[in-house]
């Protein structure tokens, strides 16, 4: 896994990030920082929160917009936490709902716990003639 870089790596449109990718950000910044009783009843996690695609989805854009954020000295840690953290983490350790309903903090992951949506393939409007 890799760590944070302090600053020096960029993306590919040029800015520079802090964290070289979102596995840096969830192990140097995000896991140190944000500490919840994680008992599975209130609370849940998954020390392999990468094999979950919602949570991999969350947690890059959760990367990303502390990226962006941190560089307003005012209120762009305020907004990161109120607007993208709070909200995103409180849908990933939801035990009920959430990506990491089955697995558990300390028991660890478990491998596809969860269909997929449902869906209908989608037909265009007169294609049923």
């Given at each position: 896994?890799?760590?944070?870089?302090?600053?020096?790596?960029?993306?590919?449109?040029?800015?520079?990030?802090?964290?070289?990718?979102?596995?840096?950000?969830?192990?140097?910044?995000?896991?140190?920082?944000?500490?919840?009783?994680?008992?599975?009843?209130?609370?849940?996690?998954?020390?392999?929160?990468?094999?979950?695609?919602?949570?991999?989805?969350?947690?890059?854009?959760?990367?990303?917009?502390?990226?962006?954020?941190?560089h307003d000295p005012m209120l762009g840690m305020s907004t990161w936490w109120l607007?993208?953290?709070?909200?995103?983490?409180?849908?990933?350790?939801?035990?009920?709902?959430?990506?990491?309903?089955?697995?558990?903090?300390?028991?660890?992951?478990?491998?596809?716990?969860?269909?997929?949506?449902?869906?209908?393939?989608?037909?265009?409007?007169?294609?049923?003639?």
């Amino acid at each position: 896994m890799s760590t944070a870089t302090g600053g020096g790596e960029s993306s590919p449109e040029g800015a520079e990030f802090y964290f070289a990718d979102v596995f840096a950000f969830v192990s140097g910044y995000l896991a140190p920082t944000v500490r919840r009783r994680l008992n599975g009843t209130s609370a849940t996690w998954c020390p392999r929160w990468w094999e979950h695609p919602e949570a991999g989805a969350r947690l890059s854009a959760l990367w990303l917009a502390w990226e962006h954020l941190r560089h307003d000295p005012m209120l762009g840690m305020s907004t990161w936490w109120l607007h993208h953290a709070d909200p995103h983490l409180r849908v990933l350790t939801d035990p009920d709902t959430g990506p990491f309903g089955a697995c558990s903090p300390r028991g660890g992951h478990t491998a596809h716990p969860f269909d997929p949506l449902p869906v209908d393939p989608y037909e265009p409007a007169g294609a049923h003639a």
